[in-house]
């Protein structure tokens, strides 16, 4: 089945720091690839998407490039904010052989940035 | 601005009761879904329904029912709660896929049992 391994938190940096979270998936035919944050308090919101390999998907100086050859699409941005803290889950969507597409979600990455 | 609304923020249950958890959106979606996020495991899927009176099991839907009589409304129900059901439940939907599926979330219920 579909699955979604991710970088194991808690990630802690300092303001303006580069960021990477890694995230590798495997899944069958071809999938789109999402991140998603949660910050405090809140449900998870889109942060970007990729639908096909090699497109990059980016929101809020966040980017992430959908590597097919590695099945990998890792977070990055260069220079974090204090505001950035939050968890971070990567996901992907397949169609599967049989039944209806959904989302598969990684354990999820906190991220905290002290000032 | 696009809004899933999940009825209880917090609830606190005893055991062996019947819990239900509402969800509505006012996106016109057709599928919805509830997940469980536990500290160190994500979100896991517990069920999902592409469309009304439809659905399906997710990864983890031992001990929970579904029902969705209308579009807009998805109910998680507990038929008889156990503290290893304490967690924090999330509802999602989204449009029908279209190569390009993207998630709304409510805020989350997070349910104790005691």
């Known amino acids: 089945g579909n699955s979604v391994t991710q970088m194991e938190g808690p990630v802690t940096l300092s303001e303006e720091a580069f960021l990477t979270i890694n995230c590798t998936y495997t899944a069958t035919g071809y999938p789109s690839l999402f991140w998603y944050v949660q910050y405090p308090g809140e449900g998870l919101q889109l942060l970007l998407k990729?639908?096909?390999?090699?497109d990059k998907g980016s929101n809020k100086g966040f980017e992430a490039t959908y590597r097919k050859e590695t099945t990998s699409f890792h977070l990055e941005k260069g220079s974090v904010q204090v505001s950035d803290s939050a968890v971070y889950f990567c996901a992907l969507s397949a169609a599967p052989e049989f039944g209806n597409e959904k989302l598969t979600f990684g354990t999820g990455t906190r991220l905290t940035i002290i000032p | 601005d696009v809004k899933v609304t999940q009825s209880s923020r917090y609830l606190v249950k005893r055991t062996g009761e019947k819990v239900f958890l509402e969800c509505v959106q006012d996106m016109d979606h057709e599928n919805m879904f509830w997940y469980r996020q536990d500290p160190g495991l994500g979100l896991r899927l517990i069920y999902f329904?592409?469309?009304?009176?439809?659905?399906e099991k997710g990864d983890i839907p031992e001990g929970y029912s579904v029902s969705r009589e209308k579009k807009e409304r998805f109910s998680l129900i507990l038929e008889s709660a156990s503290t290893n059901q304490t967690s924090m439940y999330l509802c999602?939907?989204?449009?029908?896929?279209?190569?390009?599926?993207?998630?709304?979330f409510g805020q989350g219920t997070r349910l104790t049992v005691v």
């Open positions: 329904s592409y469309d009304v009176k439809m659905k």
């Open positions: 990729a639908t096909k390999a090699d």
């Open positions: 999602a939907s989204s449009l029908i896929w279209a190569g390009n599926t993207e998630a709304f």
